[in-house]
C-alpha cells in the first residue's frame, strides 16, 4: 500500500470535474495507493491570485504545504492548476530566501511556518513513476484494443517544471494509453494550449485554440481525447458545442479524464468513474471497451 | 534626459520587486516568447515588445495595455526562453502591478474576472464556481450571460453544475484570512 496526502483542488472537489477526483480515487484503490485528504485545505487561487497578489498566491500554496508538512507524505493532485500553484511554492521558496522569509512572515499570523519538507506531486506521475506501467497493465480486465486514443496533456503539467516529462513532447500518456491496452495516436499540439480559464472572460480567444486542439486529435484518428486536467476538460468538452458553433464544424469527440479511461481498462462500473459527467457522450468508447472481456 | 532614466530605472525597480520580476534585465530582446505565444497576435504589444518598453520605463503604456491579460500561463516561452527570464511570471508580475495601480485594462474583460475570482478565494477560501460565474457575469456584462444558456443547460443536464461548495471550518478561514492580511501587508517584495 502506497499513502499520499490528496490534495482535489475546488474543481474536483464541487466544482465541474467531480468525476475527475471520483475516477481518481477509485483508479487509486485499485493500484493498492490510500489517498488522505488534506484536512482544512485552501483554494489553491490559480492563475487569477497571483496575477493579482503575487505573495497572497504564495501564501495560499504555503498554507495548504505547510498544513501537508505535519503529515510529511508527497501531497498529489489531479489537478494541473493546483499542482503548478503548489508546486511552484517549493522551486518559488527555494531559490528565494528572501521571498520565503516573507511568506513565513505572513504564515506566522495563522500559527503556521513552511519549511520545503514535502514534495507535490501530479496523479499522472504518481500512477506511472511511483506503481509503474506494468502494474497498470497487470490491472487491465477490458481490452481496449479498437481503441484510439489522443493523449492531451496541455501545459501545466508538463511545464515549466522542471517535471517528470519533456515538456513539449512529452511522452508518460502514450505509454500508459499502451498499457491499457489502446492505442495512441499522433498528436502534435498534445502540449498546447486550450485557452484554459480564458473561456470566461474572452471565450473567443479560447475557442480558437480549442478548435485547432479538436481538429489535430480527430484527423490525426483518434476516438476520443483524454485530458489530465479539469479546465481543459471544460474547454474541450462542455465548450465543444460552442466550437461547432463557431467554426461550423461538426465534432463529436468524447473527452474523458485519463483516470476514466484507467477506471473503464479496470473494469469499474461507470457510475463510479462519473461518465455521465461527459457532455460528449462516451459510448463509443464504452462499446469498444465492453467488446472484449480479458481472460484470466 | 536624466529625468526620463530615472523614471526607467523606477519602474525596472518596481517590478524586479515581486517575486518573478526580477530577471527582466536579462531580456536579449530574441523575440523567443513572442513568436511562441499562442495570443500574441491578440495583444496590443506581444511580449518581447512589452518587456523592451517596460525597461524603457514606459510605466503606463505597459500597465493599462491589454497584453499580460491575454497570457493564459501556458508557460511555453518560459521553458523556450535563453535567457531563463520566466516571461509568464513577468506577465502575472505586471498585471499584479497594474491591479495595484488601478491602471488595469477595461478593453478586456480578464482583469475583472481574475478579481471576482480573487475576491472569491480571499473571502471564503474556496472557489464556489457557480457562484463566481454569477458574480462575473453581474459586474461584466448580465446579457452575455444569455449566449451560455446552451452550455449551461448541458452542464446541468450531465450534473457538471453544483450549487453548493464546501466550506472551509470557521477557524480555517479565520487564519487563511490573517494570513493574506499579513502578506497584502507585506506588499510584494
Redesign the interface.
Given at each position: 500500500m502506497k499513502y499520499y496526502t490528496y490534495y482535489p483542488g475546488?474543481?474536483c472537489?464541487?466544482?465541474?470535474a467531480?468525476a475527475y477526483s471520483m475516477s481518481a480515487i477509485a483508479v487509486s484503490k485499485a493500484l493498492d495507493i490510500e489517498l488522505i485528504e488534506l484536512e482544512?485545505w485552501?483554494?489553491c487561487?490559480?492563475?487569477?491570485?497571483?496575477?493579482?497578489?503575487?505573495?497572497?498566491s504564495?501564501?495560499?500554496g504555503a498554507?495548504n504545504l505547510s498544513l501537508a508538512e505535519k503529515k510529511g507524505l508527497d501531497v498529489v493532485t489531479p489537478c494541473s492548476s493546483c499542482y503548478i500553484m503548489l508546486d511552484r511554492v517549493n522551486h518559488?521558496l527555494k531559490e528565494?530566501p528572501?521571498?520565503k522569509a516573507?511568506?513565513n512572515?505572513?504564515?506566522?499570523?495563522?500559527?503556521?511556518e513552511y519549511k520545503g519538507t514535502v514534495k507535490t506531486r501530479h496523479m499522472l506521475d504518481i500512477f506511472v513513476n511511483d506503481v509503474g506501467y506494468d502494474a497498470i497493465k497487470s490491472k487491465v480486465k477490458k481490452s481496449l484494443s479498437e481503441l484510439k486514443v489522443a493523449p492531451y496533456y496541455g501545459?501545466?503539467v508538463v511545464?515549466?517544471?522542471p517535471s517528470f516529462d519533456n515538456?513539449?513532447n512529452p511522452q508518460t500518456m502514450e505509454r500508459l494509453i499502451e498499457s491499457l491496452g489502446a492505442k495512441a495516436t499522433p498528436f502534435p499540439l498534445k502540449a498546447?494550449?486550450c485557452?484554459?480559464?480564458?473561456v470566461?472572460?474572452?471565450e473567443s480567444?479560447?475557442l480558437d485554440?480549442t478548435y485547432k486542439l479538436l481538429e489535430n486529435a480527430v484527423s490525426n484518428g483518434a476516438e476520443c481525447i483524454i485530458t489530465v486536467c479539469p479546465l481543459c476538460q471544460v474547454n474541450l468538452d462542455?465548450?465543444q458545442?460552442?466550437v461547432n458553433r463557431k467554426f461550423k464544424s461538426n465534432f463529436k469527440i468524447p473527452v474523458l479524464f485519463f483516470t476514466q479511461l484507467m477506471g473503464i481498462a479496470f473494469g469499474i462500473d461507470n457510475k463510479t468513474l462519473g461518465l455521465?459527467?461527459?457532455?460528449v457522450s462516451p459510448d463509443k468508447v464504452l462499446a469498444k471497451s465492453s467488446a472484449v472481456e480479458k481472460g484470466g | 534626459m536624466e529625468t526620463k532614466e530615472k523614471t526607467s530605472s523606477t519602474f525596472v525597480d518596481e517590478i524586479c520587486s515581486?517575486?518573478?520580476g526580477e530577471k527582466i534585465r536579462l531580456c536579449i530582446q530574441c523575440g523567443t516568447c513572442s513568436g511562441s505565444c499562442?495570443?500574441a497576435n491578440?495583444m496590443e504589444y506581444a511580449p518581447r515588445q512589452l518587456f523592451a518598453m517596460a525597461r524603457a520605463g514606459m510605466r503606463d503604456e505597459v500597465l493599462s495595455s491589454n497584453s499580460?491579460w491575454?497570457c493564459?500561463?501556458?508557460?511555453?516561452c518560459?521553458?523556450r526562453c535563453p535567457r531563463d527570464i520566466?516571461p509568464?511570471d513577468l506577465m502575472?508580475?505586471l498585471?499584479?502591478l497594474a491591479?495595484r495601480h488601478g491602471l488595469s485594462t477595461k478593453k478586456?474583460?480578464?482583469p475583472?474576472?481574475?478579481?471576482t475570482?480573487?475576491n472569491l478565494?480571499?473571502g471564503?477560501?474556496?472557489?464556489?464556481?457557480m457562484g463566481f460565474?454569477m458574480r462575473?457575469y453581474l459586474k461584466?456584462n448580465p446579457f452575455s450571460a444569455l449566449s451560455m444558456i446552451?452550455?449551461a443547460f448541458?452542464?446541468l443536464r450531465?450534473?457538471?453544475?453544483?450549487l453548493?461548495?464546501?466550506k472551509?471550518?470557521p477557524e480555517?478561514q479565520r487564519?487563511?484570512k490573517?494570513?493574506?492580511?499579513?502578506?497584502?501587508e507585506?506588499?510584494?517584495?
Open positions: 475546488c474543481s472537489e464541487d466544482g465541474t467531480t482544512d485552501n483554494c487561487g490559480s492563475s487569477p491570485y497571483n496575477s493579482i497578489d503575487e505573495l497572497g504564495l501564501c495560499l498554507r518559488h528565494s528572501k521571498v516573507k511568506v512572515e505572513a504564515l506566522s499570523a495563522g500559527g503556521l501545459c501545466q511545464r515549466p517544471g515538456p513539449e498546447r494550449c485557452g484554459g480559464s480564458l470566461i472572460p474572452e480567444v479560447a485554440l462542455i465548450y458545442g460552442k455521465g459527467k461527459c457532455v | 515581486i517575486p518573478g499562442p495570443n491578440k499580460m491575454y493564459a500561463s501556458c508557460y511555453l518560459t521553458v520566466k509568464t502575472h508580475v498585471e499584479c491591479s478586456n474583460k480578464t475583472a474576472m481574475y478579481q475570482f480573487s478565494v480571499y471564503t477560501g474556496g472557489m464556489p464556481e460565474m462575473f461584466t446552451p452550455t448541458g452542464m450531465h450534473g457538471r453544475l453544483s453548493k461548495s464546501r472551509l471550518k480555517a487564519q487563511l490573517a494570513i493574506l492580511d499579513k502578506a497584502k507585506l506588499g510584494g517584495s
